[in-house]
């Protein structure tokens, strides 16, 4: 009976934690020293994961919970400190404000609500770091980071949906 | 009782209330984090090192699988151009011949000269091989994180090489690991000259792959092709270290594409000039403390030998890249 408990008990904390721990090792992925598109990763990967599990899993990624792994990307990146808090907390945002219509829409309208988020965080993020480095920078790697984002949402949204199956059997 | 209710009524719609209002006020946080970040960046430098020195041996462990999946993939196409490069290298291994003879002379030659002039040693370089773990780059910075720090002996400042050119400098140096700020990032400045022309100027990244040059003379001519090296000024790195190659002369801009594959690096020599430099006020802070732990005249003439960086052992002599002016 007592096992059963703690099992369960070890169950909902797997399932509470699952999204961030993912989060968090696409952030050390995309760190890791290749370029497999000709231009640095950054912490891109990481907004894929916060968009999906708002969506389907909202209890495991609250907002404080995306601004926490967006400070982790600031951390471990070199970008302005604070920015990729910002950008997560819009990801989560948007993802959030839409969840009632996006968690039944189909895959493609899901893609293309990302795409148009990454887009909305392209330009944000483009000026605000214009703003903190007092120059406007190249915005052809920040480009990058966000076509490769959503070029890589289906692949990655394969592997949350099966992490999903095994941890909520939905 | 009917305290204890309040209580907890007070508490669930304080909960309410911060729920309905997280995002605004995370969203204030955030900006606020980022002006913290804008206005203290030496606390930020020194958290920034904290962390990756915590969880440098997970980021090395995580890239390791990532990293012999590239060398596989470079080991498959290496394969089938193998014959080509046995051609390339035995023409470029006949002209390193001849290069080292010409090099062996011009060494004898210059301490015979320097002997007759009487002059002071420059200061022995030393470096320490370093495997690259992270790409801390962004659409917004360009950087890597290196295995090797304090206990290692890398030092701020240090200019940072491959085989065959400048990376970057060594930024921020943890116990165990090290920042390096790549040629190309938007705020890196590096004084340099063209090795045709002679002209001065200075390289400045713009996180593109290929950063420009500022401040050349008017009258300056300058081809696609042109090598440039550093120029020593501001003290921080010596004269003719290479750094890249002009490859774009448009709209007033001098484009430079660095010698160094910026993209792919795997090991990284942080290297000692014994140059104080100038690049930062806690630089001189580091600098200083250097120069009160050990004497003044060892600091110059031979810094301390770093203990083996890690993988890679500390490279003999003869290996050393010729940059002793």
Redesign the interface.
Known sequence: MIGLTIRHQLGEWLRLAAPTLVSLLLLLISIAPWRPFDAPLGGSLVAASIFYWTIYQPEAMAPWVAALIGLASDILGLSPIGLSMLIALIVCGSAQFWRQQLADASFFVVWLSFAATSLATFFIAWALAAMVLEQWPDPWPIAIQSIVNVALYPVLTLLFGRLQRALWNE | MRQRSSAIGATSSLKVWFQRF??VL??I??????????ADTVM?SR??IW??DS?GP??HV??AP??T??DTASDVQSYFSLKQQVETLTRENQALQDYEQQARNLKAENESLRALLKMTPSPRVTFISAP??????????????ALAGKENGVVKGQAAMVGNGLVGRVQDVGERVS?VMLLT???SRLPILIERTRDQAVLAG???DFPDINYLPRDADIKIGDHVVTSGVGGAFPPGLPVGEVVDVSDGKVYVQPFADL????FIRMVDYGLPGVLSEDLGVDAAKQQTARPPSAAVQAPMPPKPATTQPKLKPAERPAVEQ
């Open positions: 997280s995002f995370l969203t946080a955030a900006f606020g984090v980022l002006l913290i970040g804008k930020l958290l920034r962390v990756a969880v997970l980021i995580v890239s990532v990293e999946a590239r690259v773990i992270a790409d801390a780059s962004s659409g917004f910075v360009r950087g890597v994180i920042r990032d938007i705020n713009n996180n593109s993209g792919r690096l795997e």
